[in-house]
């Protein structure tokens, strides 16, 4: 199974507002029961939401546009390396793997939903914005879930020689 191809890249169409496919793949990520129409509302709302903080900044190094803050949040979250349940000689040992670039997108986009989703009581385009917002200034939920996932490969690079290749 490994290595095979599938269309969803080529079938993926790039988000309407900002002709972005990796926005277009996070909108997919954000929607729930098929509703793509109130996903997208609610990431639009979100990056019109950055976009009015960034007018109010004073940073001259800070970007400019929301497009710009939503990458730059997605790379500071992407892991470098993760650990993997591996079972040799009986006993399971967690090994540190390198993470190749789609799943560290695929990770990134994951674990900013699901720290926007933690967040109870707001609406979910404000929980958005400032997830994005805070991982942009390598801050916020997600960020610690990657320094977490980097510590824990860190502490089993022990077993890293039963990594081999996949």
């Known amino acids: 199974m490994a290595g095979?191809?599938?269309?969803?890249?080529?079938?993926?169409?790039?988000?309407?507002?900002?002709?972005?496919?990796?926005?277009?793949?996070?909108?997919?990520?954000?929607?729930?029961?098929?509703?793509?129409?109130?996903a997208t509302r609610i990431m639009y709302d979100a990056l019109d939401d950055i976009q009015k903080r960034l007018e109010k900044e004073n940073n001259?190094?800070?970007?400019?546009?929301?497009?710009?803050?939503?990458?730059?949040?997605?790379?500071?979250?992407?892991?470098?390396?993760?650990?993997?349940?591996?079972?040799?000689?009986?006993?399971?040992?967690?090994v540190p793997m390198q993470v190749n670039r789609k799943r560290q997108q695929s990770l990134a986009v994951r674990w900013i939903i699901n720290a926007?989703?933690?967040?109870?009581?707001?609406?979910?385009?404000?929980?958005?914005?400032?997830?994005?917002?805070a991982a942009a200034r390598r801050e916020g939920k997600a960020m610690t879930t990657r320094e977490q996932t980097i510590r824990m490969a860190e502490a089993n690079k022990a077993f890293a020689h039963f990594a081999g290749p996949r």
């Open 4 to 38: 095979r191809i599938t269309k969803s890249e080529e079938q993926l169409r790039p988000d309407a507002r900002f002709n972005d496919k990796v926005l277009a793949r996070f909108i997919n990520c954000v929607m729930h029961d098929g509703k793509k129409s109130v």
């Open 60 to 94: 001259p190094e800070a970007p400019k546009e929301s497009i710009e803050v939503f990458r730059l949040a997605l790379d500071n979250v992407k892991p470098p390396v993760e650990v993997r349940s591996k079972r040799i000689g009986g006993a399971n040992y967690q």
């Open 116 to 133: 926007a989703r933690s967040e109870k009581g707001r609406p979910m385009s404000r929980c958005i914005a400032d997830e994005i917002y």
